[in-house]
């Protein structure tokens, strides 16, 4: 049996091309290849932090970037380009760096994702956005309450509850929220309104878990409001103290409900490998009973050693997670190395392959595996290589799109779309992309009234970010 070429030394990697012998590349084509997934097309940030606001926070002097460049910041997801850029390219890109950085200075030619203006055109619907609340930080997760409220989590912390009142939007805080570890991709994620809130009044919240030592895991809770306050809570699924790590990626951080069962999507937090590890609960999706404990008929829970919680594993870094409003199966996004971004479509006990098998690679150019596909081994329904940073999933529940009606929505956060996918049993047969260009598409969800409200982080420094939502084009809010 042919043993897959997994975690490839970075010595073997490039053996035969190292840097330092191959001639340099232009800086422009490799700050494209090599960084603007995570730095944006612009160096305004994305991802990762804007490369002109000066503003350094690992380095100040041309040596001080090229070191960075080289070495890495590797807990905040800095990977080191010693391997795939020669000296001559290290500092071409600190040139780039700088030039770029004084063009810009000017911050009224910033991109500033400006909203469009009156009616727009999609296949099956017109409609108009409204920007209804502004000045967030990073709104990570939108939900709605029976007396339609409308909650939303931001990643930097805070559960807000927003209230609309003769058109005006006015939004509160809730207080007593756990605490979280807000690092890089980390702090406060999903959010999900039990589906029978209005007797039980349970919300559900999913967080990076602050540890010992500025490290951290991912954990989900639920509690209840009361006064504006988050009370009782419980805690229903954390990760064991040895495995909370000071890497600040790939999180996971969705939960969502079907048939009286919770899921809950648990990121690998870059320990590459760990996914494929039925004992650790890293780079899998959980199946639990709404109130923590573990259901009847999981997979896993006659297999020595493996977490009984277990629904599907071999995830990276799952962002979306999304249930069929009719049939109650389970959609699932993951966001690839570079390559590799995922949608799935999760059946109990299966495989999803990472790191075993990607369509990506590592993004400082070097291979993760050398399998695409693999016996045994489950393929995604859509692979986006290059990626488009794919994030949120939710079918549309509402009625002011008729024809819209449970069609999933989807968000990416690098390529900053909006998509619309008509789904049939376990196959996409159709993808319009709705919008691009507006921000990193964090959630999306229907409002009481049927428009489309979405969640929008604008990268670059000092922009604050928004929710917007989707109005059909002939009808009057406000
Ligand atoms: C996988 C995502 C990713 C890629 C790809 C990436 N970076 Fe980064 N970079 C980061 C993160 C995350 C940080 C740390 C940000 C922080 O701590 O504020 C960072 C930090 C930096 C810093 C230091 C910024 C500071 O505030 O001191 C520089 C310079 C930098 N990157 C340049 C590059 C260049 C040049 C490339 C391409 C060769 C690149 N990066 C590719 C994620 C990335």
């Known amino acids: 049996m042919r043993v897959p070429l997994l975690f490839l030394s970075l010595v073997s990697a490039t053996a035969g091309s190292t840097p330092a012998g191959s001639p340099t590349r232009n800086a422009t084509a490799l700050y494209a290849e090599l960084c603007a997934n995570c730095h944006g097309a612009d160096l305004q940030g994305g991802k990762a932090g804007s490369l002109l606001d000066q503003n350094w926070r690992h380095a100040r002097d041309d040596a001080g970037l090229a070191k960075v460049i080289r070495e890495g910041v590797i807990v905040s997801g800095m990977p080191a380009f010693d391997v795939s850029l020669n000296e001559a390219e ?22 500033t994702n400006e909203l469009p203006d009156g009616v727009q055109h999609s296949e099956l619907h017109s409609y108009r956005i409204e920007k209804i609340i502004e000045g967030l930080d990073v709104p990570w997760s939108l939900g709605f309450l029976p007396d339609g409220r409308l909650l939303f989590t931001q990643r930097t912390g805070g559960l807000f509850i927003a209230t609309q009142k003769e058109g005006k939007w006015t939004t509160r805080k809730v207080t007593g929220v756990p605490p979280v570890w807000v690092r890089d991709e980390g702090g406060l994620m999903g959010l999900a309104v039990h ?21 951290g895991n991912t954990k989900l809770v639920r509690g209840r409001l009361r006064d504006g306050q988050w009370v009782e809570q419980e ?15 790939n999180f996971g951080g969705r939960v969502v409900f079907t048939n009286g069962y919770l899921f809950l999507a648990f990121g690998e937090r870059g320990k590459v490998g760990q996914a494929q590890n039925l004992s650790l609960p890293n780079g899998k ?22 977490l009984p919680s277990i629904w599907s594993y071999g995830h990276r870094n799952p962002q979306g997670l999304a249930v069929h409003p009719r049939t ?11 390559g590799g971004d995922e949608l799935n479509f999760i059946r109990a006990g299966r495989n999803y392959g990472w790191p075993i098998i990607t369509h990506g690679m590592n ?36 009625d002011a799109f008729p024809k819209w009606k449970h069609h999933l929505f989807l ?32 959630d999306m969800i229907a ?8 969640a929008l982080e604008i990268p670059g420094p000092g922009t604050p970010d928004f929710i917007i939502r989707l109005v059909p084009a002939a009808s009057v809010s406000k």
Request: proline share 8%.
């Open 90 to 111: 290290t500092r071409a890109l600190v040139v780039l760096i700088r030039e770029t950085a004084k063009r810009r200075v000017d911050p009224a030619v910033r991109h």
């Open 195 to 215: 589906p029978d809130y209005a007797t039980n009044g349970w919300l559900y919240l999913v967080l990076s878990d602050p540890g010992e030592n500025d490290t």
């Open 235 to 249: 805690t229903l699924f954390e990760a064991p103290r040895e495995t909370y790590t000071n890497l600040g990626i």
């Open 285 to 306: 999706i959980h199946r639990l009973l709404p109130n923590g404990q573990i259901p009847q008929g999981n997979p896993f829970e006659k297999t020595p050693n493996a």
């Open 328 to 338: 109650g199966e389970l959609w699932e996004t993951e966001h690839g190395p570079r």
């Open 363 to 398: 993004y400082n150019g070097t291979p993760v595996s050398s399998l695409t596909e693999k016996e045994g081994l489950e393929q995604p329904v859509i692979d986006w290589t290059p990626s488009i940073a794919v994030s949120p999933i939710r079918f549309y529940e509402g």
């Open 411 to 442: 968000g990416a956060l690098a390529q900053q779309e909006l998509r619309r996918l008509e789904v049939k049993a376990d196959k996409v047969i159709h993808n319009e992309l709705i919008f691009k260009g507006l921000g990193r598409v964090r």
């Open 447 to 454: 409002g009481p009234e049927g428009a489309l409200y979405v």
